[in-house]
């Protein structure tokens, strides 16, 4: 392709809309233009390295024996009320664009392909002998994100390989499980990206299993938890480990104290002169369920811990029978306008004991419970003479026990967040360290969740009637491109990996004005092109600067410039991961950049 024919417009400065360099260097390198908040267009030199994700995403799926499919991305109402989640993913904080269609029908715009995928099944998976099956495709997902940025990152709309697999038995399903986590491994490798595949979590819907694969960037809006023996990587909203021990407490009588002015932690511990270890602190949740009813959730924990949301979320979800309800659409600290909705009176908050009195709630509301649900995580369990609230502004008791002072809630959970330094579960001798990684890809485990909502079932060997396994297995390869930037740049722009570059090679031509130059760059750029070697012509009108700062920008892997050594027979070429530039022979050059490409290219 020659530049001078192209779309090709570069910006000198960052644009102010990018907050990280690969979202700076995407919009600056023209291969993207923002239309709308978390809506982007490809542009062309974008669209060739999202078709190289794909092609490559595409063979790796079809060696596992999976089938590519294309689902249709208007999807009716009804299938999600089947599955139960049309109101979750509709209302409140949901992530589903919806429409009503000239009939009155409500439809949605594609997030995800679930209940689609299970619907067919359920039309055409009679027997065992049709199993197990593996159907994926590549596509436009829509999702109207609550906080869309850094670019195709975080996109409403956004290109997305998911794939679903149907089995009769946990075994063949764990068998599509790791040929997934193997194709995925090869898909990030093929891409030129470090990763590492970290424990995930399954949600409420359980499962047996969940890997995400994260590109480890600054950038990443997750956190990794890993040993430095490669033994243990989770996301941070699934790691356990081994909190430190608690230090004996030094308050042997249990008695109320005058603490001013420590609603916090650390000045608890500070006034007292005691560890965080020696409290049990108790945080307040509002919880809201599907069957409508609000509940406000005490959780007790030790005082040096915070609570993992993701995992309070899951144990809440386990409740919602309680109330009537089969999940959970809401989770948050109540603030003081939400406290004045169910509050009968001011909360001593910061202060707040266990036992704190149901009579805080305000009685006779339809859609709220009427109790404290009261929580207690593993950590505060065994606590002794414990240092906690007194429902009284500006007192705490200490040497509280649990059964004498405090009735200790019966619900015992796991909410506590692992940190960087906790010791890990398989080895204590192990500490847990940190790192921000970018979740590419996340492999799952399904079950028969949707299979049983929507009645998908097969007939067994035996001649049962069985809901079908379910495995469902996404990639983001827009974010992919993005991700492969911000882990591949330097202060002058892109360091494609080769097998996504858009262009593997550039031929630039210093001086339109010299036919020598223009002579043997053309004939390069086709010998290059015949031999296979994806290549660029810089021909523009341009100053041979602004030639090769673009190209620099745009990332191409390996620049060709016929400048002053062609008297010599010779032309510059540089290596833009390297730096490195040597004059080469114009007659060894195809060769020359074959084999480096050949070289980069592991299948
Ligand atoms: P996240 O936690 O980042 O929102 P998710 O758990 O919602 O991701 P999945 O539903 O598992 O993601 O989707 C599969 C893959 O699709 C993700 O691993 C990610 O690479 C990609 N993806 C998800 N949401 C977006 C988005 N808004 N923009 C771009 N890619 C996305
Ligand atoms: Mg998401």
Redesign the pocket.
Known sequence: MRLSQMLFVTLREDPAEAEIPSHKLLLRAGYMRRVASGVYAYLPLLWRVLTKISAIVRDEMNATGAQECLLPQLQPADLWRESGRWDTYTKAEGIMFSLVDRRQQEMGLGP?HEEVITAIARDMIRSYRQLPLHLYQIQTKF?D?IRPRFG????RE?I?KDGYSFHADAPSLKQTYRDMYDAYSNILRRCGLEFRAVDADSGAIGGSGSTEFMVLAEAG?DEVLYTADGQYAANVEKAVSQPVDAAPSPFTTFETLDTPNTPTIESLAKFLQCSPTQIVKNVLYQAGFDSGKRVLVLVSIRGDQDVNEVKLTNALTNLAANYGGTTLLSLEVPDADAQQAWAARPLPLGYIAPNLADDYIKPGVSDLEPKFLRLIDQTAVNLKNFVTGSNRSGYHTVGGNWGTDFPQPKTVVDVRKAMAGDRACHDPNQTLETARGI????IFQLGTKYSQALGATYTSESGEELPLMMGCY???V??LAQAAVEQSYDKHGIIWPVAIAPYQAIVVIPNMGDDLQVTAAIKLYQELNTAGVETLLDDRNERAGVKFKDADLIGIPYRIVTGRALGDGKVEVAERATGIVQEVAITAVVSLIKSWIDEELIG
């Open positions: 995800t999702r994100e195709l990152m975080r996109g956004f997305m809006e979740e590419i890809g996340h996404g990639v983001g827009s974010r």
